[in-house]
């Protein structure tokens, strides 16, 4: 293959990689970052190049990508770093098979550690959870399912209220989980939060990123429901391991911003309309914050 052509090749596999985490509405922060962990496992693979510093470049290349694609998503930020930290600086004298494993392992690696760490957070709030709460959340977390689904395996019963995320709908996703699961259920519109939230227990919510100062972002409506909870008494938990953790600040955030045509707004002269996705929860209206070290009433960054 000649080199214009395996560039031309290199370049089409990273532009559909990239383009796919940024269009990617439906995985949660800590399934995007594995899932370009798995990117990652296959351009080492699949790369065209001859030397172990030019699949070495590439990759490079392509996590910095990744890492940059969903700003408001901590956790893919986090697993890119890492995995940038967790190569050899310098591969001058490696094979080119050895670079390609080295890139390999390090991927599958961190994939398990981001499922240990969700897997323990959930436990240690599976852990304090009583049999028979009634649990409210927002939005599509993987970590909330899998709490969800801890808790059924473990026997402890159950019932959920969870809301439709508009926009993007995630709840019903959710919904069918639940389904699957036998728990009941009280599947409401956003608007409704204020109307059923003094029903629950706890409110938990996943996060796409927690900031330095315990700020959280998340599907917008986060904030909403906080207040809503705060209001009523119910605590605030969020649920998010230390691949979520992040850096920043709050005046350092971008949140994301979707297409509007998405709200299904028909064309008018003097609106304008704005779909962003995600909003800032301060560390105020948090009572409890689980990760994989277990339940804190004081947020501690990881980062």
Known sequence: MSDSVAERSNEAFKERRIRAVKNDLDSGASLLARKALADLIDYAEECQTDTAQG???ELMNLSESLRLARPSMAALE???LRWQEKMPEDVSHWSLGATRETAVEVSEQLERAMEDAQRNAVQALVDV???GVTLMTHSCSSSVMALFKRLHDEGKAFRAIITESQPGMEGRKL???LDKLGVETL???DAQMGNFVMQADRVIVGADSLLRDGTLVNKAGTKLLALTAQDAGVP???LA???KHSASLPEDVILEA???DELDLPGLHHVEAHNIYFDLTPGRLIDVWVDEYGPSTQFKSRR
Do not use: Q
């Open 236 to 238: 605030f938990v969020v």
């Open 187 to 189: 599947y409401i519109t």
């Open 78 to 80: 986090s697993a890119m």
């Open 55 to 57: 699949l070495y470049h």
């Open 258 to 260: 979707m297409p509007e």
């Open 241 to 243: 391991d230390s691949f």
């Open 175 to 177: 919904a069918r989980h």
């Open 129 to 131: 959870l009583k049999p």
